[in-house]
């Protein structure tokens, strides 16, 4: 930044501007892909002999593992590097940071910053690491938060999830692990991988409540065909009883007696 700013109408404060160098190669993209126009937001994507061609994959090789292929993209025969940083287009072709693309997510309708988050929760006691990722639920994003603790903590347990939880704010489940996975080329988290975690925990739940529901099913078609066993039961002991011990058999009588009989029953 050259030292210029610009102030943000959302939230009233003041944003350094950057000024792209005039040879840097680089695209600032919406999420449909489009060119953002000043005011917009959109992710930067740079191109160049100043880039690097790529991760180092277990095999040795650069650029050809999976995480080189997600962290390139081809625009127009060009391949560019996809930096994961948000920036907004302002008057005079300056750019302002917005944060990183993997580190938002929309909840109510409004975007939330997962960074703020988990920095929040960092300070609460017995909190070594924490990571917060957003799975999308239709139209909105849950959050799933991953917590590291002390191995000796100050606090209980149930303490320390407590404040975490307080300071992610609600909505947000918690899972405590021993460590964060990393990526190797990076050593970042690898947001990668606990969302899919997040992604089998989700389906081992679903696949549990199928389970329950067949189950309750099962038990709801035995407990009504026990009832009508027992209702025909009531029926032939009241028509028999009304034969041999009472008065002639009328259709009102028995009807009375089977009422009296299924009201006893459970």
């Not at 191109?47 to 080189?68: H, K, L, N």
Request: charged share 25%.
């Amino acid at each position: 930044p050259d030292g210029t700013t610009w102030r943000d109408p959302e939230d009233g404060s003041r944003k350094h501007v950057f000024q792209p160098l005039p040879q840097l190669d680089y695209l600032l993209l919406r999420e449909d892909g489009q060119a953002a126009t000043e005011g917009e937001v959109g992710e930067l994507l740079l191109a160049g002999q100043t880039v690097f061609p790529g991760y180092v994959g277990s095999d040795g090789r650069i650029g050809m593992g999976t995480e080189s292929t997600s962290a390139f993209r081809t625009v127009a025969g060009r391949r560019y590097y996809c930096t994961r940083d948000r920036l907004r287009r302002v008057p005079g072709n300056g750019l302002v940071y917005c944060g990183r693309t993997d580190s938002l997510a929309k909840r109510g309708g409004a975007w939330l910053d997962l960074e703020s988050q988990e920095e929040a929760a960092r300070r609460a006691p017995g909190v070594v690491d924490t990571a917060v990722v957003a799975v999308t639920a239709g139209s909105d994003e849950l959050l799933e938060g991953f917590i590291v603790l002390e191995a000796t903590p100050g606090e209980t347990l149930f303490r320390s999830l407590e404040r975490v939880a307080q300071s992610l704010g609600g909505g947000c489940r918690l899972h405590v692990l021993n460590g964060l996975p990393l990526v190797a080329a990076t050593g970042k988290v690898d947001r990668r991988k606990l969302a899919e975690q997040v992604a089998g925990i989700r389906t081992r739940e679903e696949s549990w409540k199928q389970r329950l529901s067949l189950q309750q099913r099962r038990m709801l078609r035995s407990y009504v065909a026990w009832h009508l066993f027992s209702v025909g039961i009531l029926l032939l002991a009241s028509v028999a009883s009304l034969l041999l011990f009472s008065a002639p058999f009328t259709a009102e009588a028995a009807t009375w007696t089977l009422l009296g009989k299924l009201l006893l029953m459970p």
